[in-house]
């Protein structure tokens, strides 16, 4: 598949892209000559995915897991379900 950062075209093997309705995560090398393993993280648009970050080595990929978790906990306790479906808003 392909995937866009700065207008410029990332193909990225299919078996290594996990994608939902609107947020995605890639997996890619470090570098030609790195097999570590990246991740970035993708929000779609019109059918095309974007690259929403620079990368993150997936060491931290529980850190994000947990930070994500967090923030979602704080919003179910400190924000308002919005009544259309689409998230939550500031009390």
Same mark, same amino acid.
């Given at each position: 598949?392909?995937?866009?950062?700065?207008?410029?075209?990332?193909?990225?093997?299919?078996?290594?892209?996990?994608?939902?309705?609107?947020?995605?995560?890639?997996?890619?090398?470090?570098?030609?000559? *790195?097999?570590? !393993?990246?991740?970035?993280?993708?929000? =779609?648009?019109? +059918? #095309?995915?974007? $690259?929403?970050?620079?990368?993150?080595?997936?060491?931290?990929?529980? *850190?994000?897991? !947990?930070?994500?978790?967090?923030?979602? =906990?704080?919003? +179910? #306790?400190?924000? $308002?379900?919005?009544?259309?479906?689409?998230?939550?808003?500031?009390?």
């Amino acid at each position: 598949m392909i995937i866009y950062k700065d207008g410029k075209e990332l193909t990225i093997e299919d078996d290594h892209l996990f994608l939902g309705g609107c947020a995605g995560i890639a997996l890619t090398k470090r570098g030609p000559t *790195d097999p570590h !393993i990246m991740f970035l993280i993708l929000t =779609e648009d019109d +059918e #095309n995915w974007f $690259i929403s970050n620079n990368g993150f080595s997936s060491f931290w990929i529980d *850190d994000l897991e !947990i930070q994500i978790k967090k923030a979602k =906990e704080w919003m +179910e #306790n400190n924000a $308002i379900k919005d009544p259309s479906g689409f998230g939550y808003t500031f009390k």
